[in-house]
């Protein structure tokens, strides 16, 4: 009976649908690049902008500046206090978000055709003449305080950091990117300026804009938006030694539930085995029901709600990592289970079956990604973060068909590491052979 | 300077009802002879379908003493059918490059697939099969069963959050079984069994008690076709109980919970009033509330931020909080984090001298005028959205609420008045029919 309904499966396997995105390269008469999406069905935009660096960029006496920087950018600019600011955006339905990551600091932003200009004035004030008035620092400040006290209590804020400091040593990674309870204390309206003069700059810029506007509105848009950010701002760090040895470290953390992260060394974007890595993750646990972590970990053994791992090439490192949460009494047992499948794939790589499995689902599942005007803004500038081109959605599902199984069996032969396989539990666990930290 | 701004919007604004009236073309209802309610979404941009199967049950449909079926069972639908092997629907899905999922609540219990439009066939097919046919081993109950206490563990028993926010709601609901979690009390979820979740399937799982929800790049009648050919054939339950649920009483006392734990950094206050929700062809009071919230506490220009943060630096948040669709009574939700200094004591003072004020003060014309104005544009950035509006259709028409509801609802907004939301306020913000909660570290931690 199955075997029947497979094959009626196989049979309407036909083309897939296709991303109908179709990305201009534009530049601006000031010569701004950007990548643009027209679409003029809906009356409005959105516009993505990434710089690249982020919370990388603190000076080394002023940790967590960036971040309470960016939380400050809409807090009041220009001649409007925060509250002005922010009625005036409420006015314009218009939405802007400032965000920031050890990568990059982002802005996304949503405006209907109506009053565009009216949005990008108020964006071009955050983004060039934020105040910084006393009073919203000391505001924000406190809301960035009251989250690390939570996170020293979260189990999976606890693993990460532990992870980090463990994995990048010295290097501005291993920092947690909002700073430290004294750290944030600490921070002066200058370490803000100067967060601000780090990582607002032109050189580091990346563009992404999709909806109701042609290449010339853009064009003046940009030019408008850009004409008063510095040109450059703080170089950017070397690269990060990642040294993880195997092993387990506990975290001991009174909660019933242990959370693990786990890793090594990963493979960056531009290697030319990271299409074969990335296809082999997907089969080992990126995602879905059908991975062999999930399969193995929650299917068969019910011993999690959900197991994964990812590939984490960042700008200055690349990561392996993997996650799963399981009750004290059992964690021991899942740990034993992924590192038996860490090995497994090492060892022997993937079935036939499962790299077709894999190829038809990561395929089809392309073009799903791009729906919505901000999303495909956001992947967008991703793209160009990631030095891309602009053919690549038209190339990418092509490189993931080429992968084969003997370059999977290559790969996880060089990519998985099993005897540095390390695993950071938070919680209560049982039964671990481990030195607790 | 501002003055003109908002002169300028009201002429852009009104070209947009036109416009706005996009979304509801878009839309075709209709329902099949076995009782299944159809909607269709139609955005032909992508060529990708979202095919939904919503349920008219959820948890508040469970028997006492079985809580956590309604999600358990959710989970065992990914199990084995007379013709699929367990695991092998979402396997499918997958290897059609697509993604599936599936979701519980109070009120409805529903099924996804995402996935290229020319796919939607195979879906219904499996989709139709599930309803009916599911085919358990006593290893899936058991092993089934361990994932969901793992869930449990994780969302409830290592957050203190969400450990308060069960008992936040366990004290507000004392005779209706939205009192009860999702995903069940613990020491229910260790007995669930075979016959538990079998009784569950029987009773609830029918083309009667569903509505499909289709979005994306479709054409109704291709919907109806499909829909007729692979739903069309199972028979209607005729024994489907009536949606009856054990009402709460008026709420004459006040309730405080706290609930003390070592995880917790930092210390809040919530506060929860029973509220009406939105009912068929009467959906004001319930739009009145929606503003309320909004109002309160809907970020920095809400009027509890200006008391609470700006004219006091009281609370380091605050927000409020009102789910509207619902089938029975809600609750209308303000939470305040104090800043370092202020207890929770002081923190809940200045809160009712806050919402006391506000009722006196009244309601800012400009405040209001600037949420009308941010929903009207709302209905704009939605059509960019299908599988947000399916969404919409799917919680509203399980939640007692029909096709036409949805579509008023807001020209509804537009309409309320400031005398509405004050009377909404007076209505609702009452001492006497809330509950007060503090979420605190233990006291070890603060001696």
């Given at each position: 009976m199955t075997r029947i309904f497979a094959a009626l499966v196989s049979l309407c396997l036909a083309a897939p649908a296709w991303a109908d995105v179709t990305i201009k390269e534009v530049t601006s008469p000031g010569g701004v690049d950007a990548w643009l999406v027209e679409d003029h069905s809906i009356p409005f935009m959105a516009l993505e902008l990434r710089f690249r660096g982020g919370t990388s960029l603190d000076a080394d006496d002023a940790r967590g500046a960036t971040n309470l920087m960016v939380g400050l950018l809409e807090e009041g600019a220009g001649e409007l206090d925060a509250r002005a600011f922010a009625r005036e955006l409420e006015g314009l339905a218009a939405s802007i978000s400032f965000d920031s990551s050890d990568d990059d600091v982002s802005v996304s932003a949503r405006f209907l055709s109506e009053n565009r200009e009216d949005a990008v004035r108020l964006l071009k004030l955050a983004l060039t003449q934020p105040r910084f008035d006393e009073d919203a620092v000391e505001r924000v400040r406190q809301q960035v305080l009251s989250g690390l006290r939570s996170d020293a209590r979260d189990p999976n804020k606890l693993a990460g950091e532990a992870f980090a400091a463990m994995a990048y040593g010295t290097h501005p990674y291993a920092r947690p990117e909002q700073g430290t309870i004294t750290s944030v204390s600490a921070l002066t309206r200058e370490d803000l300026i100067d967060a601000h003069l780090r990582t607002?700059?032109?050189?580091r810029l990346f563009i992404g804009a999709v909806g109701d506007i042609t290449e010339e509105e853009l064009g003046t848009l940009l030019d408008d938006l850009l004409s008063a950010i510095p040109e450059t701002g703080a170089s950017f760090p070397d690269p990060a030694e990642v040294t993880i040895d195997g092993g387990v470290t506990v975290v001991p953390f009174d909660t019933p539930q242990s959370v693990a992260l786990f890793g090594h060394r990963g493979i960056d974007r531009?290697?030319?085995d990271f299409f074969p890595a990335f296809v082999m993750n997907h089969i080992l646990g990126?995602?879905?029901?059908?991975s062999r972590l999930m399969t193995e970990v929650r299917e068969k053994r019910g011993l999690t709600y959900g197991v994964y791992s990812y590939l984490l090439p960042k700008d200055l490192a690349a990561v392996y990592l993997g996650s799963v949460a399981s009750a004290n009494d059992r964690m021991a047992e899942a740990i034993d289970v992924i590192r038996a499948e860490w090995a497994r794939m090492a060892e022997a790589g993937v079935t036939a079956e499962e790299l077709d499995a894999a190829k038809t689902y990561l395929t089809g599942a392309y073009p799903l990604r791009f729906d919505g005007h901000g999303r495909i803004a956001s992947i967008m500038t991703g793209m160009q973060l990631q030095g891309l081109g602009v053919d690549y959605i038209t190339t990418r599902n092509a490189k993931v068909e080429a992968v084969t199984v003997e370059d999977i069996a290559r790969v996880a032969a060089r990519v998985m590491q099993p005897d540095n396989l390390h695993f950071v539990v938070v919680g209560q666990p049982e039964g671990l052979d481990v030195a607790t930290e | 300077m501002l003055r003109a701004i908002a002169l300028s919007l009201s002429f852009a604004f009104a070209g947009w009802s036109a416009q706005a009236q996009d979304i509801n073309d878009a839309v075709t209802s209709f329902e099949l002879d076995n009782g299944m309610q159809v909607v269709v979404i139609e955005d032909h941009r992508v060529p990708v379908v979202q095919h939904m199967l919503w349920y008219r049950a959820g948890s508040a449909d469970e028997p006492i003493g079985s809580s956590g079926v309604a999600h358990f069972l959710e989970h065992l639908l990914f199990k084995a059918t007379d013709s699929l092997a367990a695991g092998e629907l979402s396997a499918t899905v997958a290897a059609n490059g697509g993604r599936d999922n599936a979701f519980t609540s109070w009120d409805y219990t529903a099924y996804f697939q995402r996935v290229a439009a020319d796919r939607l066939d195979l879906m219904m097919r499996m989709e139709a099969d599930r309803m009916v046919n599911i085919r358990l081993t006593d290893r899936d109950i058991v092993t089934e069963r361990q994932v969901i206490i793992e869930e449990r563990n994780q969302r409830i028993e290592n957050n203190p959050r969400g450990l308060f926010g069960e008992q936040m709601n366990a004290a507000q609901f004392l005779n209706h079984r939205y009192g009860v979690p999702i995903i069940g009390w613990m020491h229910e979820m260790e007995t669930l069994d075979m016959e538990d979740v079998m009784a569950f399937y029987d009773v609830h799982y029918s083309p009667n008690n569903t509505v499909l929800i289709v979005s994306g790049d479709v054409e109704p009648e291709e919907v109806r076709t499909l829909a007729e050919k692979y739903y069309g054939p199972i028979p209607a339950n005729p024994a489907l109980p009536e949606r009856v649920r054990s009402e709460e009483p008026p709420q004459r006392a006040e309730r405080r919970v706290i609930y003390r734990d070592a995880r917790v950094a930092q210390p809040y206050l919530q506060r929860s009033y029973l509220a009406p929700e939105r009912d068929a062809g009467v959906q004001e009071k319930a739009a009145a509330l929606t503003f309320l919230a909004e109002i309160l506490g809907g970020g920095t220009t809400s009027y509890l931020a200006e008391k609470l943060q700006f004219d006091n630096q009281v609370a380091v948040y605050v927000g409020a909080f009102y789910r509207?669709?619902?089938?029975d009574d809600t609750s209308f939700d303000v939470l305040v984090v104090p800043a370092p200094d202020i207890s929770l004591e002081e923190a809940e003072a200045a809160l009712d001298a806050a919402l006391a004020q506000f009722v006196q003060d009244g309601v800012d014309a400009d405040q209001l005028e600037r949420i009308k104005m941010q929903l009207r544009a709302s209905e704009i950035y939605a059509r960019d959205n299908a599988e947000g509006i399916a969404g919409r259709y799917g919680r509203a028409l399980t939640s007692g609420l029909t096709v036409e509801d949805v579509q008023a609802w807001p020209q509804i907004l537009q309409t309320v008045t400031e005398e509405d939301i004050i009377e909404a306020a007076r209505a609702v913000l009452r001492r006497e029919a809330s509950v007060t909660g503090w979420l605190m570290q233990a006291e070890e931690a603060i001696q």
């Open positions: 607002i700059a032109r050189d531009d290697d030319p990126g995602g879905g029901f059908e | 509207g669709v619902s089938l």
